[in-house]
């Protein structure tokens, strides 16, 4: 089955709201150790919003950038234009896999993976753009992620599978699939990190960022019913996620 096109998110709401994602974005810089004259491949750029710290604590380092999104890259691009000469953008569907022109000594991601059905496919792609002795160091949705909303979800929509884009994986089977990709010095967490929003913040958050893929298949006069209706299920403004972590390297 050919995957549908990759959605295009809202750029500008999604870059206005109290994201966590910018803690996320942190503790991957901070785990992947950069250094001067590096070329780092981040999948799922987005706002450039943490290639724009990479390249402004690391001004020895260069960046090559992939998303799916237009409206992302577009504003990536505005985000980034200090670091042009040291920085390159695409547009890439990771569903379909990747390929980069040369090696590349790190490859970076935050809150992207569990977009991707097929992580092993993904990690073969990592394996094949890294120099011997590369770093893949990321953050994603995992196991146990958004439990509060789907149990919203049941309640709203009436059915006890609600149909979803996200893949959240555990840590055994990220790390089998790591290890299968020819990964050493692999390790994999699952780490509690909840978000609580205020009643305003809660619907255009739901709307953006969690719910976007599943309003895409609806009317659009039912969208706006529909996000209330689950924020309504949901009791409290608590979005619960759980991180899946890892670092791993080629040898």
């Known amino acids: 089955m050919t ?8 750029a500008a709401t999604y870059g206005a709201l109290p994201l966590p994602h910018v803690g996320w974005g942190r503790r991957v810089l901070d785990r992947l150790h950069p250094v001067a004259g590096e070329t780092i491949l981040e999948l799922g750029c987005g706002t450039g919003r943490d290639a724009a710290v990479l390249l402004a604590e690391h001004p020895g380092c260069r960046l090559v950038a992939l998303d799916g ?11 980034l234009a200090p670091y042009a000469d040291r920085v390159r953008l695409r547009q890439a569907d990771l569903r379909e896999g990747f390929e980069v022109d ?11 993976l569990h977009w991707i059905p097929d992580h092993p496919g993904v990690f ?6 890294l120099r011997p002795g590369g770093r893949f160091v990321a953050d994603a949705g995992g196991e146990g992620q958004l439990q509060r909303v789907h149990r919203a979800r049941r309640q709203v929509e009436g059915t006890a599978a609600p149909q979803d884009a996200t893949h959240f994986a555990g840590v055994e089977a990220t790390r089998t699939a790591l290890v299968a990709a020819g990964f050493v010095d692999v390790d994999v967490r699952l780490r ?5 929003l205020d009643e305003t913040t809660l619907r255009p958050y739901l709307a953006t960022v969690i719910l976007g893929e599943v309003l ?7 969208r706006d019913p529909y996000v209330d209706a689950v924020a309504r299920a949901m009791g409290e403004p608590v979005i619960d996620y759980v991180r899946l972590e890892f670092e791993a390297r080629h040898p």
């Open 102 to 112: 040369e090696p590349v000594d790190g490859v970076m991601s935050v809150a992207t």
């Open 3 to 10: 995957a549908s096109a990759p959605r295009d998110w809202d």
């Open 124 to 129: 073969g792609a990592v394996a094949r753009a």
């Open 69 to 79: 999104s237009p409206q992302m890259l577009t504003a990536a691009a505005a985000a």
């Open 216 to 222: 895409r298949g609806l009317p659009e006069a039912a």
């Open 192 to 196: 509690p990190d909840p978000l609580v």
